[in-house]
């Protein structure tokens, strides 16, 4: 089953496992010694992330490390930057009318 982004990213435990290796690969007991689950929610948590593609797997001697996947974050900034865009308008609107307001 093709999981989506967003329910990936929904989680809290998922979105920490992301912050902890976007900077270096870290095996599964190694992501899961951060945390007070177990080694098997942990996995199934790397499922997921994998499973739609924000985490890339590879195998170094016997073990297997876990890695972020900077093309697939990119996507979902590039999604989300179009929402940016209207924020800062409309930011920018308010501040032109407080500062309107202001000067009155």
């Not at 992301?18 to 177990?38: G, K, S, Y």
């Not at 929402?83 to 800062?88: A, L, N, S, V």
Request: contains cysteine.
């Amino acid at each position: 089953m093709r999981r989506d982004i967003f329910q990936a990213i929904a989680d809290p435990t998922r979105r920490a496992i992301i912050t902890l290796i976007a900077m270096q690969a870290m095996t599964p007991n190694a992501i899961a010694a951060h945390f007070a689950t177990t080694r098997q929610s942990i996995s199934k948590h790397l499922g997921v992330l994998t499973a739609c593609e924000l985490v890339q797997h590879h195998q170094r001697g016997r073990e297997i490390y876990y890695q972020l996947n900077i093309h697939k974050m990119k996507e979902l900034d590039q999604w989300l930057e179009q929402f940016r865009q209207i924020w800062e308008h409309r930011f920018n609107e308010l501040d032109q009318i407080l500062e309107t307001l202001k000067q009155q």
